[in-house]
């Protein structure tokens, strides 16, 4: 489902963050990402986003090359795609339910669709009773579960999640796990990026390392 | 087709959500736009009742058609018959003694005309026509100055001929001023929108993430801008009533003292169409220019 070949990143400045990066994802395979901070895991989520393109190689999606990807195709590609991001990316104008709901209004679902898929997914996350709240009065560890409900309430093909457990305390981060290997078991293809170690061992799957922009499989 | 509707309805709908969060901006630029319409829609108004004015004047527009003394008495006759058809409304022989007469009277030349060893006037007829729009009175002139026998056919239309020119410079500067004024009202637009784009930078950065296409984080301001015209065009129809509601009664007094019963008439439906449509295309193109551009600033091209 995703592939990488020779992939070099480097930002504008130079800094490279991946160097030569050569990886297979399966079609519903469950990827955790580790390594340092700053060793490329956003990086790599990005580029399989078309949020990045790639300097070198060549990363492609579905059979797509996502760097070459006209600019209007790639809102297609990412409609595919569950994102929870490192910094939630929630918007503070509008209250819980309608930032879970955006994701559908995009793909023209109808709104009392929406609005009842939007709920289950709040409910699993465990926000149901906050679904008026505005995200700013939120806790961290709420924002992130909101985040993850917007991610998962399009039933997405491939779930790209970035430190989706970074502010949750482990009984919360036991459930989010649960809910990925759920997903994970009904064919979704998931790639998290984390340091929780307690949930790759729980959850199993396979763990690519990353150090300084250098891919190694850990055992 | 259903997904399309939901999709443009939810588009006005979040337009209207983001002009009523700033209700005062929009009411300001409203206004802008409004005073920016209404300077050529005015003067299209002040045109148009000064064309129904020239219309109205007693004085009718009339050929004076002068017979050749020579003319031998079947052309008259043939004269004669051609204007009693329908095109004619009113035909009247002045003989020449009449004319004579009349001229005496009127310019008070008596003491003139009592010297002239003869009549030097001809017969005439005054012709009034049925229809007196400016080309068919020329065509009817040229038409009856070809009848056999007539020696002149003279149009008395010098007054309406100066005013129909000065009406269509009139209507010329409308156009000009229309014209400037729509890239006014689109740069107004376009620049209420662009402060709209920049205030949802977010939003629009978050919806690009998880797969709005360009068109349809633009639709909302594409309708925005169109919504925003339309406010303008309705505020320009409310200074053009008050500025004919003021002017009513100095207008109806002024025509009073010419023995008219003038008054100034309301713009009609298809008018108010263009006041109101007009502004809400070109707020939508400048709204299209400004956030395609904006756009752009928001999150530059990879
Ligand atoms: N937009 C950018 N411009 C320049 N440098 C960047 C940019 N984004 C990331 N980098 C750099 O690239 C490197 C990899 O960053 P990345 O965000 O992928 O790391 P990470 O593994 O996700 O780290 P963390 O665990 O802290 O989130 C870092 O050194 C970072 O400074
Ligand atoms: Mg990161």
Not at chain 2, 28 to 42: F, N, Q, Y
Not at chain 2, 79 to 103: M, S
Not at chain 2, 144 to 161: T, Y
Not at chain 2, 260 to 265: E, I
């Amino acid at each position: 489902m995703i592939q990488f070949s020779q992939v070099t990143k480097r930002y504008p400045g130079g800094h490279e963050a991946l160097a030569d990066v050569d990886l297979v994802i399966e079609k519903g395979e469950l990827v955790f990402l580790t390594g340092h901070s700053g060793a490329g895991k956003s990086t790599l989520l990005k580029l399989i986003a078309a949020i990045e393109r790639p300097t070198r190689g060549v990363v492609t999606v579905s059979g797509q090359n996502v760097g070459r990807l006209p600019q209007r195709a790639i809102p297609y590609l990412r409609r595919n795609i569950g994102l929870v991001f490192q910094d939630h990316k929630l918007l503070f104008d509008r209250n819980a339910i309608e930032n879970v709901v955006l994701p559908l209004d995009i793909a023209g679902v109808d709104r009392r669709e929406s609005l009842k898929r939007a709920r289950a997914v709040l409910d699993k996350v465990g926000l149901l009773a906050r679904e008026k709240a505005n995200p700013i009065s939120l806790s961290g560890g709420e924002q992130q579960r909101l985040c993850i409900a917007r991610a998962l309430v399009s039933r997405p093909a491939l779930l790209l999640a970035d430190e989706p457990t970074g502010n949750l305390d482990a009984g919360y981060a036991a459930d989010i796990m649960a809910m990925f290997r759920d997903f994970h078991q009904v064919g979704t293809t998931l790639v998290i990026a984390t340091h929780d170690e307690r949930a790759i061992t729980a959850l199993g799957g396979r763990t690519l390392h990353l150090d300084h922009g250098r891919v190694g499989e850990a055992a | 087709m259903r997904t399309w509707l939901r999709h443009q309805l939810g588009a006005l709908q979040s337009a209207l959500t983001r002009l009523a969060a700033q209700p005062v901006a929009a009411l300001l630029t409203a206004l802008a736009m409004g005073v920016a319409i209404s300077l050529p829609a005015g003067l299209y108004l002040a045109l148009d009742n000064l064309g129904r004015l020239a219309g109205s004047l007693p004085a009718q527009p009339e050929i004076s058609l002068f017979l050749d003394p020579a003319a031998p008495p079947g052309a008259r006759q043939a004269i004669e018959a051609r204007l009693k058809r329908p095109d004619i409304a009113h035909a009247r022989l002045v003989g020449r003694d009449e004319a004579l007469a009349a001229l005496a009277a009127a310019q008070d030349l008596g003491d003139v005309v009592a010297g002239l060893p003869e009549n030097p006037l001809p017969d005439a007829w005054i012709v009034q026509p049925q229809d007196t729009s400016r080309a068919a009175l020329a065509r009817l002139a040229r038409a009856l100055g070809k009848l056999p026998g007539v020696s002149e056919a003279r149009l008395d239309s010098a007054w309406a001929e100066r005013l129909a020119a000065l009406i269509a410079i009139g209507h010329t500067v409308v156009w000009l001023l229309a014209a400037l004024f729509a890239v006014a009202l689109a740069a107004i637009a376009g620049n209420a929108i662009r402060a709209q784009v920049l205030a949802r930078r977010d939003e629009i950065q978050v919806s690009r993430l998880i797969g709005a296409t360009d068109r349809h984080i633009r639709r909302p301001f594409l309708y925005l801008g169109a919504i925003q015209g339309l406010l303008g065009g309705l505020a320009a129809a409310g200074v053009l009533s008050i500025a004919g509601w003021v002017l009513q009664e100095p207008v109806a007094r002024l025509a009073g003292l010419y023995g008219s019963t003038f008054h100034l008439a309301p713009p009609g439906l298809p008018e108010l169409a263009v006041v109101l449509g007009l502004p809400a295309v070109f707020g939508w193109l400048g709204a299209w220019t400004s956030v395609a551009r904006s756009l752009r600033q928001v999150e530059p091209p990879r």
